[in-house]
C-alpha cells in the first residue's frame, strides 16, 4: 500500500482502508503529491454536491493518463455528457435521465426478472458456477439488449465493447489504449446501424425513444447517436462488478445469508450494505476550476480533490459501528459510489434494480448457495474488480 501523503495518479496508488481512516482522523483534508484527499462523509457529500467543484475535464484527465490524445475515440470524449459542463451538460443530460427516471426503470422489472431467471437456467453445472462469467457478466448486457430492442445474441459483444470502452479508463491501463480506440469504431457502427434500422420502425423502446428526442429536435443526429454509445457504456461495466461483489461479500459468511433468508425483507438494506463496505468506486475525483476555499484550506485552481469514498462511507461519526457489516442498517444515509448533485450516477436505479432482481432469485431458487472458493477482486485507485466469483447454487 501507499501511504496517502505519498499517493500519485497511477495503477500503483492505493491506500488501505486502515490508512484512510487514519489520515481521517488528524485532518479534515490532506494534501499528497496528485492533489487533495478527503474522507469524512459530510465532507465528502458538501464536495460532490458543490455546484462550483467540477468533475467533467477528468474524463479526459484519464485518457491523457493511458495516451488517449487524440483521434476518433478522443473525438468522442471532448464531445460526450461526461466531459461537458453548463448547458451542453444539461442538454445532453435530460433526455438520458428521462430514460433512466425511476419511474421508466420500473417498467423493466419483469423483463429483468425473466432475464434473471434465464440465465440461472442456463448455467452449465449449478454445482459449480463461474458466476462471474455465466451470470454477473451476462445480466447487464443482456437487460441493454432488452432496453434497446437489439437481438439477444449481441449480448456477449455488448459486455466486451462495454468493458474495452470503460475498464482502461478507469482503471488507468495505458496497455489497452488500442484497445478503446478500436472498440470505439465498433460501437458507433452497431449503435449507428442499429438507430437508423429502428428509425424505420419506431416502438415502445429506449431506442425509439431517443429517436424521437431527435426528432423533436432535442438532439442532434450526432448527438443521438454519441447518447447510444453512452447508454451502452452507463448500462454494463459498473454492475456487473458491483453485483459480483454483492454475492461474495453475501455468500462469504454463512451468518449473512442465513439471516437474510431468515428475514427477506432486508434485501434491500442487504445490497446497500455492500455498496457501503465494498464499493466498486473507491475514490471520486473533482478538480476547481477557481482558487477557492475548500473544507478550511485554499486550494488551487486547476488542482485535483479526491473524495475517498470507502473512508466516507465508513465514517464512525455517520455510520454506527462501521467496521460490521450489518444488513439491518437504515438506508439513510446512503452510500456514495453513485456520487452526488449534478454529476450524480444517472444508471444508478438500474443498476439497483438488477442487484435486487438478482439478489432474490438466488435467495428464493438457491438457498443453499454458497462460495466454493473465496472470492477475488483487485483494488487500482480509483474502482475495483472481480477477478474470481465461483459459486455452488445446489450447495454440493
Not at 483521434?71 to 435530460?94: P, S, V
Not at 462471474?132 to 459486455?159: D, F, N, Q
Not at 486550494?299 to 485535483?304: E, T, Y
Request: charged fraction near 25%; aromatic fraction near 6%; glycine fraction near 4%.
Amino acid at each position: 500500500m501507499v501511504a496517502v501523503k505519498e499517493l500519485t495518479v497511477s495503477p500503483g496508488a492505493i491506500a488501505s482502508l486502515e490508512e484512510q481512516l487514519e489520515a481521517a482522523a488528524s485532518a479534515r483534508i490532506v494534501k499528497s503529491p496528485r492533489g487533495y484527499e478527503i474522507f469524512h462523509y459530510e465532507d465528502s457529500l458538501q464536495v460532490l454536491r458543490s455546484p462550483d467543484i467540477r468533475r467533467a475535464k477528468l474524463f479526459l484527465y484519464r485518457a491523457d493518463n493511458i495516451g488517449l490524445t487524440e483521434g476518433y475515440a478522443r473525438d468522442f470524449m471532448e464531445r460526450m455528457l461526461n466531459t461537458q459542463e453548463g448547458e451542453q451538460r444539461k442538454h445532453l443530460r435530460t433526455p438520458m435521465a428521462r430514460l433512466l427516471s425511476p419511474r421508466k426503470t420500473k417498467t423493466l422489472t419483469e423483463a429483468v426478472r425473466d432475464i434473471v431467471n434465464t440465465l440461472l437456467d442456463e448455467v452449465q453445472n449449478p454445482d459449480d458456477v463461474d458466476f462471474l462469467k455465466e451470470v454477473s457478466w451476462r445480466l447487464p448486457p443482456e437487460v441493454y439488449c432488452h432496453m434497446v430492442s437489439i437481438p439477444r445474441e449481441l449480448a456477449p459483444t455488448i459486455g466486451r465493447l462495454s468493458d474495452s470502452l470503460l475498464g482502461p479508463l478507469l482503471t488507468v491501463d495505458s496497455s489497452r489504449k488500442q484497445e478503446v480506440i478500436d472498440a470505439h469504431y465498433e460501437v458507433f457502427s452497431l449503435v449507428e446501424e442499429h438507430i437508423e434500422t429502428r428509425r424505420k420502425n419506431l416502438d415502445d423502446d429506449f431506442t425509439s425513444a431517443l429517436i424521437e428526442e431527435e426528432m423533436a429536435g432535442n438532439l442532434s443526429t450526432q448527438e443521438l447517436y454519441d447518447t447510444g454509445v453512452g447508454l451502452l457504456e452507463a448500462s454494463v461495466d459498473n454492475t456487473v462488478h458491483q453485483s459480483a461483489i454483492m454475492m461474495g461479500m453475501l455468500l462469504e459468511d454463512e451468518g449473512r445469508w442465513q439471516q437474510l433468508l431468515a428475514e427477506p425483507s432486508l434485501m434491500p438494506n442487504a445490497v446497500e450494505e455492500t455498496l457501503r463496505v465494498y464499493p466498486r468506486f473507491r475514490t471520486h475525483m473533482r478538480y476547481v476550476p477557481e482558487t477557492m476555499d475548500v473544507l478550511g484550506t485554499t486550494v488551487p485552481k486547476d488542482d485535483l480533490i479526491f473524495i475517498h469514498v470507502e473512508a466516507a462511507q465508513n465514517d464512525p461519526t455517520v455510520f454506527d459501528n462501521p467496521s460490521e457489516f450489518d444488513m439491518t442498517r437504515p438506508m439513510v444515509p446512503g452510500p456514495l459510489l453513485f456520487g452526488q448533485g449534478q454529476y450524480s450516477c444517472i444508471g444508478q436505479n438500474l443498476a439497483r434494480l438488477e442487484m435486487h432482481t438478482l439478489l432474490t432469485a438466488v435467495m428464493e431458487r438457491f438457498p443453499k448457495a454458497r462460495l466454493i472458493e473465496p472470492w477475488q477482486q483487485h483494488e487500482g485507485p480509483f474502482v475495483r474488480e472481480v477477478t474470481s466469483l465461483r459459486i455452488s447454487l445446489t450447495g454440493n
